[in-house]
């Protein structure tokens, strides 16, 4: 069964500061990752999708790299806001059998203005 | 693209009733959804996936009597607590695969709270 794991659970930084969120899992034979964003009460916003075959994905001020043989993939948030305060998720899609998402536990950011 | 719209997003019921959640793709046409359960400071759980026409998947340990799920026409599923009780109080959030770029999308959830 694949477990997802993220490190740390919760972080704390002032403003300005770069960040690298890390997620492991356990099977590489995955689909895709992804990274998720949640307010809190809220739904969750995809923020950045990796391929199976891909290294990593970059979006504005994010960076999300992807390591499938060694399982793990990190979150790099450059220049952090205030705004940027919130739960990150990362969620991987087996390559095989059903297609739902397995997600880890969460880091929940804080940047300190 | 990839519009899920969630209703309601937020739902106070008496034990012993039932509540109906609704999950609606707003631009594309949806054959699965997938059904999520969150716990306070805990990540979504998978509880069921969804298939238009036909009868929704169950993950194991989800009492499909207990959460009935219908999945109509392509655009809207419905998640139904029936029964409800307090245990049963958490956000539920539904979420669309997407081919392509975009990966999953999700609802904005709803909580539920069974007093």
């Known amino acids: 069964k694949q477990e997802v794991t993220q490190i740390p659970a919760a972080l704390s930084v002032p403003e300005g500061e770069n960040l690298v969120l890390n997620c492991s899992f356990t099977?590489?034979?995955?689909?895709?990752l992804q990274w998720f964003r949640q307010d809190p009460g809220k739904g969750l916003t995809s923020l950045l999708l990796?391929?199976?075959?891909?290294r990593e994905q970059t979006s504005g001020r994010l960076n999300a790299s992807l390591d499938k043989s060694s399982g793990r993939s990190t979150l790099y948030i450059a220049a952090s806001q205030p705004g940027d305060s919130a739960t990150y998720l990362c969620?991987?899609?087996?390559?095989?059998?059903?297609?739902?998402?397995?997600f880890g536990t969460g880091t929940r950011l804080t940047v300190i203005p | 693209g990839a519009v899920v719209s969630q209703h309601p997003s937020r739902v106070i019921c008496k034990s012993g009733t039932s509540v109906k959640i609704e999950c609606r793709s707003l631009d594309f046409q949806a054959t699965t959804m997938f059904w999520y359960r969150q716990f306070p400071k805990q990540s979504l759980m998978l509880m069921a996936t969804s298939n238009e026409g036909s009868k929704a998947t169950y993950e194991q340990g989800v009492e499909k009597d207990k959460f009935l799920i219908n999945h109509a026409s392509l655009t809207l599923s419905t998640l139904t607590v029936t029964s409800a009780h307090p245990e049963d109080s958490s956000f539920y959030i539904c979420?669309?695969?997407?081919?392509?770029?975009?990966?999953?999308?999700f609802g904005s959830g709803t909580r539920l709270t069974v007093v």
């Open positions: 969620a991987v899609r087996r390559r095989t059998g059903a297609n739902n998402l397995f």
């Open positions: 990796i391929q199976s075959s891909q």
């Open positions: 099977d590489s034979a995955i689909y895709n």
């Open positions: 979420s669309v695969y997407v081919q392509g770029a975009r990966g999953y999308t």
